[in-house]
């Protein structure tokens, strides 16, 4: 499956940005999804994860409350909707998935497919 990331953009410190991460397969309603990101000089962490049901939701301690993942399977695609933005939050995010349900949403070692990436850059 290809992953297409999209949305980044500069935004001011306490702002929003709607990222989205489209499929291009149909198969995308069976796959677990996730959001990293990497800052310059930094490695890539993680943001937040969802599985393929939806049921289930996981984020970074840096930004939960602040960030909500969800997904339209209909429309093979998920979402990052991130509020509050701080200057910290600025990094590359990338979307990523997999199939299977076992191994750690945390870990990007357990992706299996990558988007290209879409800046986000907050201003203070």
């Known amino acids: 499956v290809q992953l297409q990331a999209s949305g980044g953009g500069l935004v001011q410190a306490g702002g929003s940005l709607r990222l989205s991460c489209a499929a291009s397969?149909?198969?995308?309603?069976?796959?677990?999804m996730g959001w990293f990101r990497q800052a310059p000089g930094k490695e890539r962490e993680f943001v937040a994860a969802i599985s393929w049901t939806g049921g289930s939701t996981y984020y970074a301690d840096s930004v939960k409350g602040r960030f909500t993942i969800s997904r339209d399977n209909a429309k093979n695609t998920a979402y990052l909707q991130m509020n509050s933005l701080k200057p910290e939050d600025t990094a590359v995010y990338y979307c990523a998935g997999r199939i299977r349900d076992s191994g750690s949403y945390y870990n990007t070692q357990e992706y299996d497919y990558w988007g290209q990436g879409t800046q986000v850059t907050v201003s203070s």
């Open positions: 397969e149909r198969t995308f309603s069976r796959y677990n």
